[in-house]
């Protein structure tokens, strides 16, 4: 039914940048909100930045000023550009997106998620 893929992820210098790229796929009327969750080990899965079909976006604190959510709703596909990443970025980035289908019924679909390091 839905495809979420994402890309981009892979190996950078603390101080460096890092752009994250999402793609939705399906029989998809329009997506409410896109987001993206990192996951890193021994800890829970925790919201990084979102941005509603308006443009409304949210940001987790510590990411704010330094990551930068975008979406095409036209195309339902989501971008984080990271930059001034620090070693506790590290996690396995996911993204997600919350889908209305032409028959009302929605739901959130998660995809298999991209590992970032950040090390020097």
């Known amino acids: 039914q839905v495809q979420v893929v994402e890309s981009g992820g892979g190996l950078v210098q603390p101080g460096g940048s890092l752009r994250l790229s999402c793609a939705a796929s399906g029989r998809i009327f329009s997506i409410n909100v896109m987001g993206w969750y990192r996951q890193a080990p021994g800890k829970q899965r925790e919201l990084v930045a979102t941005i509603r079909s308006d443009g409304v976006k949210n940001y987790e604190d510590s990411v704010k000023g330094r990551f930068t959510i975008s979406r095409d709703n036209a195309k339902n596909t989501v971008a984080l550009q990271m930059s001034s990443l620090k070693p506790e970025d590290t996690a396995v980035y996911y993204c997600?997106?919350?889908?209305?289908?032409?028959?009302?019924?929605?739901?959130?679909?998660w995809g298999q998620g991209t590992q970032v390091t950040v090390s020097s």
């Open positions: 997600n997106a919350d889908v209305l289908f032409i028959t009302g019924y929605k739901n959130i679909y």
